[in-house]
């Protein structure tokens, strides 16, 4: 089966950086675009950035911009967000998953899928 495992949250203060991993098995890695999304209390999950395979054209949310960085290890079926400069409105539980490049910015979260655990990251004021 599809499984995806993210990790690398935490608890940081604003201005700091956390480096969060996407772990894929149960399908061919590098044949899927991989998006990011995080969902805060009481809102609805966004998508956040995402990537095609073999490092190809990435995708940012205008909220993240200059700020985080998407990457991928088709090798270690692992996909990466770097974040830096982190504010308190990005507190949220963080998710990865296979998406549509081309419909990332446009669909909402919930047509996408399957969804692991997440990964919590608060950052303090």
């Known amino acids: 089966e599809v499984q995806l495992v993210e990790s690398g949250g935490g608890l940081v203060q604003a201005g700091g950086s956390l480096r969060l991993s996407c772990a894929a098995s149960?399908?061919?890695?590098?044949?899927?675009?991989i998006g990011w999304f995080r969902q805060a209390p009481g809102k609805e999950r966004e998508g956040v950035s995402c990537i095609t395979p073999s490092d190809g054209s990435t995708y940012y949310a205008d909220s993240v911009k200059g700020r985080f960085t998407i990457s991928r290890d088709d090798a270690k079926n692992t996909v990466y967000l770097q974040m830096n400069s982190l504010k308190p409105e990005d507190t949220a539980l963080y998710f990865c998953t296979t998406t549509s490049f081309s419909k990332f910015g446009s669909t909402a979260a919930r047509d996408f899928g399957p969804w692991g655990q997440g990964t919590q990251v608060i950052v303090s004021s």
């Open positions: 149960g399908f061919t890695f590098d044949d899927y675009s």
